[in-house]
């Protein structure tokens, strides 16, 4: 196939950094998704274009191959293609030189090409702070290529078998003497497979594999964060007539919440309390994953401070280890203000300023420093 543009695929310049290309690859994604896009039927490939250019372009070598030489090179043995919702590739890069030179040279593989590997797949979930932080289940539907159930995933119809290629003799290539260089090219009539289809199968048309939605169930442990993978061995797509299957990596994403802020193992809340209450001292009722606990605050409590309630965070992942909980607190201006509290407020006012500074103590050194600073211009 025409061999795409990656950059363009994903939206950012050739110098463009991880980070923006991890930022261009999630919005793109996102975009093109086919749970979001239903009853268009280019979003699907859409969407693999985007996996498999972002697999290449965020693989510091991968990236540096496809700089210098295409496609095809980064991508293995150019196989694997565009397609695969994430497909990683089916080879390595030696495999391109050893199929060239094998081709004129007579190298190569012996005894017929193996079928490829099922590709890898991945898949972006999304969760729920709450779902990340104490684990949970979840069904994913998937389109792949799963093994034909018609013909056990051999290709053939029934009472049908592979035979040995009658034109390279099982070998998977046929040569040609051309002076004095003997030439092995791939066999025109097996593909290099080495083997034959006499019936193939009318399901499958002999690939051993159909294109369905897979529905799986999925664990996720407790303490994920965005960004985490899960790999389901074996749940990628089929392997070509019968090969061994790849694999689907499930990556998290955990959307905003209305309340916390996550940060590694903490979590972090802003607290509104009242004037009053900022000025006298009080307790207060804070929510928490575990359920609500009371924290007391101290008389002449300044916006900004932060209370820390330790554990209470998230239970780390890969550890035992617990994070905790910030409470920023910010002082809430009263508002809409009847006749008789304005007044209240004013007779307020008059007693503090009698007081001098010593009732604001953050004002004075605020005014000062700004009296230095204009005397210093």
């Known amino acids: 196939m025409a061999e795409k543009d990656l ?3 994903l939206g950012v310049e050739k110098n463009a950094s991880a980070d923006e290309i991890k930022k261009a690859y999630r919005k793109m994604a996102a975009k093109h998704h086919p749970d979001r896009n239903p009853g268009d039927d280019t979003a699907e490939q859409r969407f693999k274009d985007v996996k498999k250019a972002y697999d290449i372009l965020s693989d510091e070598q991968k990236r540096a191959t496809y700089d210098r030489f295409g496609f095809d090179a980064a991508n293995g043995n150019g196989q694997g293609g565009f397609g695969g919702a994430g497909g990683f590739g089916g080879g390595n890069f030696s495999d391109i030189f050893g199929d060239v030179f094998g ?17 890898d797949l991945a898949y972006e979930l999304d969760l729920s702070l709450e779902e990340a932080i104490t684990g949970c289940e979840k069904q994913i539907r998937i389109p792949t290529q799963v093994g034909c159930k018609k013909c056990s995933g051999s290709g053939a119809a029934e009472n049908s078998k592979k035979r040995s290629c009658p034109t390279c003799q099982g070998a998977g290539q046929v040569r040609m003497q051309q002076g004095f260089f003997s030439i092995a090219q791939t066999c025109p009539n097996c593909k290099g497979k080495g083997d034959i289809i006499e019936n193939p199968c009318d399901n499958c048309q002999g690939s051993g594999r159909v294109r369905e939605q897979k529905t799986l169930t999925v664990s996720i442990p407790a303490g994920v964060d965005s960004g985490d993978r899960i790999r389901l061995s074996g749940e990628g797509e089929a392997g070509e007539n019968g090969a061994q299957s790849g694999d689907l990596f499930v990556e998290v994403r955990v959307r905003k919440h209305p309340i916390f802020v996550r940060e590694g193992d903490d979590l972090h809340c802003s607290m509104p309390i009242s004037f009053v209450t900022a ?4 307790e207060l009722e804070v ?4 359920g609500r606990v009371k924290l007391s605050i101290p008389a002449e409590t300044q916006t900004g401070r932060v209370f820390r309630l330790k554990g209470k965070g998230v239970k780390s992942v890969r550890s035992r280890s617990e994070g905790d909980l910030y409470c920023t607190v910010n002082i809430e201006t009263p508002v809409k203000l009847s006749s008789e509290q304005k007044a209240l407020l004013e007779q307020f006012a008059e007693t503090i300023n009698e007081g001098g500074n010593r009732h604001a103590p953050k004002e004075k050194g605020f005014f000062d420093n700004v009296k230095s600073f204009f005397d210093n211009l």
């Not at 000025?279 to 009080?282: R, S």
């Open 7 to 9: 950059y363009k695929i």
């Open 103 to 119: 081709d004129i040279f007579g190298g190569g593989r012996q005894g017929g090409q193996r079928a490829n590997r099922g590709r």
């Open 279 to 282: 000025c006298l001292g009080g």
């Open 287 to 290: 929510p928490t994953l575990a």
